[in-house]
């Protein structure tokens, strides 16, 4: 955000794939078989609970719990623990996860890949230091580790987890990235029964000489998806800080849920979630859908 738009015509084949028009039919790629809950025994991480349940009730699937072994805890203090966490939840002990051999991530990663289309949703931070909860190292890696939708709940959302969700809100910039959200937020959103606004943040709404108006440009996107019957809006905003924008913007309704696509740089560790992104699951009140995009690279992207 704030770099130069792409030029993306809705003819562009490389958009064309990205939206999903060659593959929209196989909804079985976006589809969610469960929605996995890693916890830690702390209030934060319990957060993503009223997310999980809202997100399984809507997707038509199971919340399955998992808590990794620390240094030192038995295995069947570890199950009890957890046991205990299910029950105060109302959700069933038979999806219990807990394994003992790997750090938080890797055993994230190792749960989530033995289940199908599983939904990871989690808070950034949980029994770790302050600084973690600016992106999180846990979170950070299972996003680098997963193809697979992540929802994140930063500390505003952790706090107060809503309810009940009223619309999606996908963030945009113009760039090819930022639009590998819209397959799976817009099929969310029909599963889900969401309204959806399309919302593009930029530092400013005056195109330069040869690029695409930000209006038009997401004008665009909205009007290909009203095609498939999706209630939908568009709005341009601007700001120096768009992830400062995007949390405003979802505040602006509650039970909004955020989408938006990482924006990570190829070798930059502190770019698998992309900063604005990550600022946003920081600044926002809402929980934050995520895909990472696989194997893009965005022509506007400093590799840097």
């Known amino acids: ?80 623990a957890l046991a205990a966490e299910a029950e105060a939840a109302g959700l069933s002990a038979e999806r219990l996860h807990t394994p003992t051999t790997a750090p938080a991530a890797e055993a994230i990663q190792q749960v989530a890949a033995s289940l199908e289309h599983p939904v990871i949703c989690m808070t950034t931070r949980g029994q770790g230091d302050v600084r973690a909860a600016l992106l999180g190292s846990v979170s950070a890696s ?6 697979g939708p992540l929802v994140l709940l930063g500390p505003r959302a952790a706090a107060h987890p809503p309810a009940t969700l009223s619309r999606l809100l996908v963030a945009l910039d113009g760039s090819l990235t930022s639009e590998a959200i819209l397959p799976t937020a817009m099929l969310w959103a029909e599963l889900l029964a969401l309204p959806v606004t399309l919302l593009h943040v930029g530092e400013r709404v005056d195109a330069p000489r040869g690029q695409h108006d930000p209006h038009s440009v997401v004008a665009g996107v909205a009007d290909q998806y009203r095609t498939k019957g999706l209630a939908l809006d568009a709005t341009v905003r601007t700001g120096e800080d768009p992830a400062e924008v995007i949390a405003a913007c979802a505040d602006e309704q509650p039970g909004t849920l955020l989408a938006m696509a990482s924006h990570g740089r190829s070798g930059v560790r502190r770019m698998l979630l992309g900063s604005v992104t990550a600022d946003t699951v920081r600044q926002a009140a809402s929980p934050v859908l995520t895909v990472r995009p696989a194997g893009l690279v965005d022509p506007g992207d400093d590799p840097r």
Do not use: Y
């Open 1 to 80: 955000p704030g770099g130069a738009w792409v030029a993306n015509s809705p003819a562009d084949p490389g958009r064309a794939a990205l939206l999903g028009e060659d593959r929209i039919g196989e909804r079985c790629q976006h589809m969610s078989g469960c929605v996995l809950v890693p916890l830690d025994g702390s209030a934060r991480a319990r957060g993503a609970l009223p997310v999980a349940s809202v997100l399984a009730e809507g997707l038509g699937c199971a919340v399955h719990l998992l808590r990794a072994a620390e240094a030192g805890e038995r295995p069947d203090a570890l199950r009890a």
């Open 142 to 147: 299972v996003l680098a580790g997963t193809d």
